[in-house]
Structure formats: C-alpha cells, structure tokens
C-alpha cells in the first residue's frame, strides 16, 4: 500500500498498465479544461462582452509570462531527459529529446507576438522574473535537481494536453478581437503542432510507463506537481498585469 | 527565364534548402526568394518558374505562412506558369503523416491553374514508418527528411535541381549547388 500516492493522488499508480496512466492523465486534463472553461480569465479573454483591448492585454501578459519561463523548462527538460536509466531503449530517449527540439524555440516565437502586440523585447528579456513564472521554472528544475526524470513525463502532459484545445477554442475569439495574424503566430501554430505533440506523448507515456512500473506513481506525481502552478497561476498572473495597465489607461 | 522561390519556415530547416535552391539556380537564371509571408502574392505570376515549399506541420498540414495565404494564393492566375512543390517531413517521429505538405502545396498551386512539374519517386526513403506511402511511387515534388536522412538533402537536392534545370533548358550544371 502507498500511503503517500493514495494521499496526494487518491489511488495506487503501480498497478496501472500505460494506457490506463494515459486515461488518468486524459481525465485530469478534461477536469483542468473544465476549470480553464469556467475561469474569469477565459472570460475575459474570449467573452464577446469584454473589452477588446483588455482581452488583447491579457494574452499579451501571457505570452510574456512564456517568454520568461520558457528557456528553464527547455533546459532543465533536456537535462532531466539525460537522468533517465541507462536501460532506457534509445529510440525513446529519441523521441524525448526530438519533442524538446521541436519545442526549443517557442519562448522566442511568443517573444515574437509579444512585440508585435506592442511589447518591448529589451523589457521582456530583461525585466525580474514574475512570480508566477518562477514558480514554472523553479518545478522544472526540481524535477531535474531531485533527479525525478520519469515525472517529467507526466509534468509535460498540462502543456501538450491543455494547449492545442485552448489555443483552437480561443484563436477565432481573438481575431474577433482585433488581433493580427502576427501576433498570433504562437496559437496558431501551437493549435495544430501541440495535437502532434500530445500524440506522441501518449505513445511514450504508455510505452515507458510499461516498461518501468516505478514510472507510473512518478508520472502522475508529475502531472499534480505542474498543475499545483500552471495554467491558472500563470494566466491569473497575466490578466492581473493586464487589468492594472487597463484600469490606469481607462482613467 | 524568370525564377522564384517561396518558402515558409519555422526551424529554419526549409530555410536553408530554399537558400541553397536560391544560390544554385541564380547562376542559371533571374532568381528570386522570398518568405511567403513577406511577399506581394500580386507579383507571383511574373515569374515563369515559382519554387514553393514548406515544412509538415502538426498532423500533416501545411505550416501556418502557408494557410494564412491559401486563399490568396488559389486565387492567382497561373496559366501558363510552371510550379514545382517540395516539402520537408520527418519519417522518424511523424511517419504517418510524412511529406504531407508536399501534396497540400500541389493541391494549392493546381487551383492556380499553373503546371505542377518536378515530380520524384519515393524511393530511397524509409516506407516502414511511412504506412501511407508505398516504395517507389511517384511524389507530386521533392520531398526531403532533414533528420532522419540528413545526409540524403544534398543528392535530393541536387539531383532534383538537375531534373529541373534539364526540363527548363538552364545552362550551366546544376550541380554548381553549394
């Protein structure tokens, strides 16, 4: 009996084959879209009823907030993927360093909106880190700090599972709002690239849950460990900055 | 002869096949590159010969440049023009839907009315992670895998750019592609 995964996750994973961690994660997902779905800063993003500028300032702010997380996920992703047994099959470690590859840049392609939404580079690349995207980073270090590689697995999931389906439900909302296509670059391409990517994740969740039964509590411990701080931290972060600029410009 | 190539990119793998097909081809004949995104779609039927590419995106689709201007694109008169497609995939971690784009970068430039030309053969790729491709058919342009068989561009590239140069009768070797 596991005390603590029946604690902290209320169930026992190590006795889960792959596809079902990969059912559980699906659920936790579904329950997080639910959230998102129901959230202020949703609607404030895509209610047809909020001010175009503020919903505009929001995703700016969220894009920032990648901006400034991004690289230490990215690098401590890699590093935490150089953790893993050395009995791992090498076409998985292929495919877990491929999908960082794919993902390397993606802080510098919401860079790239962020500035053309009117942002400034030097602020972005320069100003402190916000609370709500050190907390991002700090997790994907301690991931990598405590040598915990197979979470990573499960941590990853929130930004494959949860992108694709908000960036598909929000883009048309967005444009609606006035926004350009180059500033939408980010959603755009993550709406479509990020179905692949969860695609593969699941492959190689199952696959490695299967192979390393001691894998399956550490994926979904990964999984609750990221969804403590993200997405609705980040988000609630971004539409708080944003509604401050709002409030000071409407006065 | 009027030549022109558009590309989108994102991994700036399309990039450089397309700057490569720039250098090579402009020794032979009037080039021009550009990113679609940055080009004034209104000119395109200028150009004898247009060069398009772009990467498989996603789940097979064709990169985001490429969509935003799908409209505008299929709506260009071509007649008389020739365009030959190429594309970029990835056999290895996206096989089921490798080379996608090449087709969708076809489909878009027919309704153009334009010739597609610079048809290949699949064949030398690696058809067990492919399932929707059969070894040896023919492909509607040139299709490059960057990263499984990366040391495979260059002859692709070449060999494709000779096939071309033959069909528009450029005079000096294609094989003069840095």
């Not at chain 1, 980073?137 to 930004?159: E, K, Q």
């Not at chain 2, 594309?87 to 878009?108: C, I, M, S, V």
Request: proline content about 5%.
């Amino acid at each position: 009996m596991n005390s603590g995964a029946l604690q902290d996750l209320g169930f026992d994973p190590r006795a889960m084959s792959g596809d079902e961690i990969v059912q559980h994660l699906d659920l936790r997902i579904g329950q997080v879209l639910e959230q998102i779905q129901h959230s202020e800063v949703w609607r404030a993003v895509t209610s047809a009823d909020s001010p175009p500028e503020l919903s505009r300032e929001i995703v700016k702010e969220i894009y920032l907030e990648i901006v400034m997380y991004q690289p230490d996920v990215i690098e401590a992703t890699i590093a935490t993927i150089a953790q893993m047994p050395r009995s791992l099959p090498v076409e998985l470690l292929d495919d877990m360093l491929h999908h960082q590859i794919e993902e390397f840049d993606h802080g510098e392609m919401a860079l790239r909106d962020y500035v053309a939404m009117g942002g400034s580079e030097e602020y972005a690349r320069n100003r402190p880190m916000s609370p709500s995207a050190f907390s991002i980073a700090a997790m994907w270090r301690m991931l990598c700090h405590s040598r915990d590689s197979f979470a990573y697995l499960g941590a990853l999931y929130p930004f494959e599972g949860i992108t694709p389906i908000i960036t598909e439900k929000a883009k048309d909302a967005l444009r609606g709002k006035g926004m350009q296509d180059e500033t939408l670059s980010y959603v755009d391409f993550h709406s479509t690239e990020d179905k692949e990517h969860a695609r593969m994740l699941r492959e190689l969740i199952a696959k490695v849950a299967d192979l390393y039964p001691e894998a399956r509590e550490r994926i979904c411990y990964g999984l609750e460990y990221f969804l403590a701080i993200y997405p609705m931290p980040a988000w609630n972060a971004a539409m708080q900055r944003a509604m401050e600029r709002h409030l000071k410009t409407a006065a | 002869m009027r030549l022109l190539i558009l590309y989108s990119t994102s991994t700036r793998r399309t990039e450089t096949v397309a700057n490569r097909l720039a250098e090579g081809f402009s020794t032979l004949c009037d080039t021009s590159l550009s990113t679609i995104e940055n080009w004034d779609l209104d000119t395109t039927p200028d150009y004898d010969l247009v060069i398009a590419g772009g990467p498989t995106a996603g789940q097979g689709e064709l990169h985001l440049k490429w969509r935003r201007v799908a409209d505008e694109v299929a709506r260009l008169d071509m007649q008389g023009r020739h365009v030959a497609v190429f594309a970029l995939g990835d056999q290895r971690h996206h096989g089921g839907t490798f080379g996608n784009a090449l087709w969708l970068l076809r489909e878009l430039w027919e309704q153009t009315g334009a010739n597609i030309t610079g048809e290949t053969s699949f064949t030398g790729y690696l058809p067990q992670l492919c399932p929707h491709l059969r070894d040896g058919q023919r492909l509607p342009g040139l299709l490059l895998d960057h990263i499984a068989q990366r040391r495979l561009t260059t002859p692709r590239l070449e060999s494709w750019a000779e096939q071309l140069q033959q069909q528009f009768a450029l005079q000096t070797a294609a094989r003069s592609l840095p």
